[in-house]
């Protein structure tokens, strides 16, 4: 009888000790999003999930175990829109625009989390770490949006500028909740910011033609 209790009870154990493992996961991610990982302690973390510090511990026996474990959970719930689905829009203001009104909308939906963690992106290694990905990301949507413009020389670099200052968080932050616009009209604002700069980027590096002499 007892053979037959044992593999039901190990699997028991390990159902058990996954439901930990992701309450503990669950309640960190919380905390991050609300406190940030520089004031997330432990303590706040197994008091959330309903476990001792040693348990918590046990599951997660460094800061970057417990980082990976958060990050992958989190990115699971919130998955930034993908850069493949506007590169098959050829025009680029147009291309720009639908970039913008999707990652502005993305950022709508998880501002609390980048908001704790760009705060505490100096004061916390591992989170420093954990951003290089989100940049890598927000520079790839850069290349979609320059792919076709047809520019040269330093029209690149402040165009390239224009687009990496529009897609910024702290951008979208800035206009939608220190200047009061909607989403839409952050978009339309920063279509024309772009759209501009490479304007002006393309007149200013343009070789004179038919200019008098004095």
């Not at 590169?87 to 147009?94: F, R, V, W």
């Not at 290349?143 to 702290?170: E, N």
């Not at 009209?185 to 200013?204: G, I, K, P």
Request: net charge positive.
């Amino acid at each position: 009888m007892s053979d037959q209790k044992r593999p039901y009870r190990m699997t028991r154990r390990a159902e058990l000790e996954e439901s930990t493992r992701e309450r503990i996961t669950e309640s960190a991610v919380e905390l991050h999003g609300e406190l940030g990982p520089a004031r997330t302690s432990i303590a706040a973390i197994a008091e959330r999930a309903g476990v001792r510090r040693s348990t918590v511990y046990r599951h997660f026996p460094n800061e970057d175990a417990l980082f990976d474990a958060c990050s992958s959970h989190w990115r699971a719930a919130n998955p930034p829109p993908d850069p493949c689905a506007w590169a098959t829009i050829e025009d680029p203001a147009e291309r720009t625009g639908s970039a913008l009104h999707d990652l502005y909308a993305f950022y709508e939906r998880t501002q609390g989390m980048y908001s704790s963690l760009l705060r505490d992106e100096s004061l916390v290694p591992t989170v420093q770490r954990r951003l290089r990905d989100f940049y890598r990301y927000l520079d790839t949507i850069e290349d979609v949006l320059m792919a076709g413009r047809g520019l040269r020389g330093r029209a690149v670099r402040r165009t390239r500028a224009a687009i990496g200052h529009a897609l910024a968080f702290t951008t979208w932050r800035s206009l939608t909740h220190e200047r009061g616009l909607g989403d839409r009209e952050a978009v339309a604002l920063m279509c024309m910011f772009v759209e501009n700069a490479a304007r002006t980027a393309s007149a200013l590096t343009a070789p004179s033609v038919g200019r008098s002499r004095g």
